[in-house]
């Protein structure tokens, strides 16, 4: 017993005004509800992709990043010879000790001052992360003051051009090389030599983390224990990379999240009201034609749904508008700092079939509660009333 | 003939805030299967609410109506929609088609309650399109049409189910005197040839005469025959 969905089609492309200013009203509210939804995506995208699931990371105990974390060359001599530590062809662990400090750089576009990892890595460390590909330039030679740029941080900061030199520490190191690493963190870092990076910061003897390959990924239960077990290793925590980074994106991703949303639903209000203001209006010039429904024999129920159809087939419209704005977004990235490392990171907006989903149903629910009551409205009419109209 | 509608001591009163209004007091009227019975009377008679109850969209204060044996008075709302769109074809004054559906669509409309397949609905649609005399503007929307073909169109959706009853609310009150009288044909031919049976409101004697029978309401009473 239903009306046909034409019928409301048909009437929302009468009102054809009407009808597009609500559904831009929609479609903006959408489009910032996706946006924060990408934005925080792409974060967590980013710093996810940064990590490989077949890697796990040593850190020190109850420390929330690198930058605070110590491991002892001894510790991770304990931890190399360990038999779970997939090797090299040349029988060295297929794993990197690196070491974490932060420096300043001024942004091109604002001239503002960015935090900006340098991560001291050892040669192996090419060998684990292979998404990191020398684009421009060369690497770093070993025991020199030299250092790579990722490609966002060459993109966004000045005087990190091949052949110009930034203070780290007491030094000037010279810049040889830009390296892409794709969508990951390592794109927004400055590489350099572990051992000289420990030097300058007077840290010989402790890298920030180590990083190795498992043989075999189920081995990361195993190593958990071997680490909890050895006395020497009792200060330490293991993580896989994947988890590690994803942990450090939770705090802005969540922010971010928590803000745009916020936002978001005071928008939405703004777009339900648009909403019923368009349906009451819809049902108040269909006064006749809802007596006459009625009078046919269609139900209370089928008017019900016919205009909740109605406002559905509206915000969908919106929703799928909004949507595909945002869509647009995935071109866009920039830089902020964040807050789990306390340095820069350069990430882009993420549309995820997850993402598309929740908008669409946020969509649809504005359609719900904004059609409801002027489809209750309708439903409740009485026929004589309603005839009496015309 | 047997009895198609039983109008037996409706009292109808509208209430507005504490004041009662009575409409009709006290209405018998019994109309046979394939009667054209026309209703008149002036504006405020109660001519319309007698309409209404009979065909089942307004409930009587007290009495009870019997159409085709069904005591509709006892009916409950969802019920009584039902009863509608089996038993009733609505013809009003404003020809009331739905301006975004197509002349096929509003004719297809009551057959959207039943449980005909598609091909059936077709054929019917088709077939009393072509009975009302309007086959070749299916497709046309109501604004494209007369306010006689309008009418048409209307009469068309009324008949499409094959109701036990028509009910028209002044069907020429809107119309010319060539499309009123086009109409009051096609409402004569649909009672002798189709045996419908017919009951219209109607203020215009002219339209009355149409009908083989004439009941006059004043102040809520049947005054004559």
């Known amino acids: 017993m239903k009306i046909p969905l034409s019928y409301n089609i048909r009437n929302l492309w009468a009102r054809r005004l009407t009808t597009s200013l609500t559904v831009s009203g929609i479609a903006l509210v959408v489009f910032v509800f996706a946006a924060v939804l990408m934005l925080a995506q792409g974060i967590q995208d980013t710093m996810v992709a940064t990590g490989s699931n077949d890697n796990v990371i040593i850190l020190r105990k109850g420390t929330s990043g690198e930058m605070m974390s110590a491991v002892s060359r001894d510790q991770i001599g304990i931890i190399s010879s360990f038999a779970e530590v997939a090797q090299m062809n040349d029988g060295k662990p297929f794993a990197s000790s690196d070491v974490v400090t932060i420096i300043n750089l001024r942004k091109k576009k604002t001239n503002d001052m960015g935090n900006i990892i340098v991560r001291g890595v050892t040669p192996s460390s090419f060998a684990l992360r292979p998404q990191v590909k020398i684009t421009e330039g060369r690497w770093f030679q070993q025991g020199s003051a030299e250092i790579v740029i990722g490609n966002k941080i060459h993109d966004q900061f000045e005087n990190v051009d091949i052949g110009q030199q930034i203070r780290i ?3 000037l190191w010279t810049v040889v090389g830009v390296y892409d690493a794709g969508k990951t963190g390592f794109a927004s870092e400055l590489w350099a030599d572990a051992d000289n990076i420990m030097l300058e910061f007077n840290r010989s003897t402790t890298f920030s983390s180590y990083t190795f390959k498992l043989k075999d990924v189920q081995d990361y239960e195993v190593i958990k224990t071997k680490l909890e077990t050895e006395q020497r290793l009792q200060d330490l925590d293991v993580k896989r990379e994947q988890d590690f980074y994803l942990e450090q994106s939770k705090g802005m991703a969540t922010f971010i999240k928590a803000l745009g949303l916020v936002i978001t639903i005071i928008f939405s209000f703004g777009a339900m009201i648009g909403a019923m203001i368009t349906m009451y209006a819809a049902v108040a010039n269909r006064t ?13 129920n089928s008017i019900l749904t016919a205009f909740l159809l109605e406002a559905l087939a509206l915000s969908m419209i919106g929703g799928i508008l909004g949507l595909i704005l945002a869509s647009f977004m995935q071109f866009v990235s920039f830089s902020t700092t964040n807050f789990g490392t306390f340095s820069e990171l350069a990430f882009g907006f993420s549309l995820s079939i997850r993402i598309v989903i929740s908008t669409l149903f946020f969509s649809l629910m504005m359609g719900v509660i904004g059609g409801f009551l002027p489809a209750v409205r309708a439903s409740r009419m009485n026929i004589i009333n309603a005839l009496r109209a015309s | 003939m047997s009895t198609l509608v039983e109008v037996k001591s409706v009292t109808k009163v509208y209430k507005r805030d504490t004041l009662e209004i009575p409409v009709l007091q006290n209405i018998s009227l019994d109309v046979p299967e394939g009667e054209f019975l026309a209703l008149m009377g002036p504006s405020g008679s109660g001519k319309t609410t007698l309409l209404n109850l009979i065909s089942g969209i307004d409930q009587p204060t007290s009495g009870s109506i019997l159409v085709a044996g069904t005591d509709i008075a006892k009916l409950n709302e969802s019920a009584l929609a039902k009863w509608r769109s089996r038993n009733i074809g609505f013809v009003f004054q404003f020809y009331n088609l739905l301006p975004v559906l197509t002349a096929y669509e509003n004719v297809e409309l009551p057959l959207l309650l ?9 054929e ?6 072509s009975v009302v005399g ?3 503007r299916m497709d046309h929307s109501p604004r494209q049409l ?3 073909q309008q009418q048409r169109v209307a009469i068309a959706r009324a008949v499409v189910t094959d109701p036990t009853l028509l009910i028209g609310d002044e069907p020429t009150g809107d119309l010319d005197r060539k499309s009123a009288e086009e109409i009051l044909t096609l409402l004569g031919r649909l009672n002798s040839e189709f045996k419908k049976t017919i009951i219209m409101v109607t203020h215009d004697p002219h339209a009355a005469g149409s009908a083989h029978k004439i009941q006059h309401l004043d102040k809520g009473e049947l005054t004559s025959q």
Do not use: H, M, P, Y
């Open chain 2, 146 to 148: 007369s306010g006689g």
């Open chain 2, 134 to 136: 309007l086959a070749d």
């Open chain 1, 169 to 171: 520490g007491t030094k």
């Open chain 2, 114 to 122: 039943t449980n005909l397949s598609k091909k059936e609905k077709k």
């Open chain 2, 124 to 129: 019917r649609v088709e077939a009393v399109l």
């Open chain 1, 288 to 300: 006749v034609e809802i007596g006459t429904l009625r009078a046919l024999g269609f139900q209370r």
